[in-house]
């Protein structure tokens, strides 16, 4: 069974930055699109951004500038480098395939206090 494992969330001050991970298992990650997620108190689930195999990234118009998708494919690990961090950022933060998700992790938290 495919297997997410997000890390490296946790509770900030505005301005400061977060480097969330995801380990991903039972999947070939090389060939798959990927992306973060994320879930605020009351609201639906949205894209933050998505990263192709070959690299290529997208971002949400909400944290473009801010934040910095990577893969490492030789670790089936996904990144998310998150700087100027706001309020309006905190949520539970996912990784999955962009198109046809596979079952979600139990995500991890980011809370950015004022």
């Known amino acids: 069974q495919v297997q997410l494992v997000e890390s490296g969330g946790g509770l900030v001050q505005v301005g400061e930055s977060l480097r969330l991970s995801c380990a991903a298992s039972?999947?070939?990650?090389?060939?798959?699109?990927m992306a973060w997620y994320r879930q605020a108190p009351g609201k639906q689930r949205e894209v933050v951004a998505r990263i192709t195999p070959g690299g290529n990234s997208y971002y949400a118009d909400s944290v473009k500038g801010r934040f910095t998708i990577s893969r490492d494919n030789s670790k089936n690990t996904l990144y998310l480098e998150m700087n100027s961090l706001k309020p309006a950022d905190t949520a539970i933060y996912y990784c999955?395939?962009?198109?046809?998700?596979?079952?979600w992790g139990q995500g991890t938290q980011v809370t950015v206090s004022s």
């Open positions: 039972r999947i070939i990650f090389s060939d798959v699109t």
């Open positions: 999955n395939k962009f198109f046809g998700p596979y079952p």
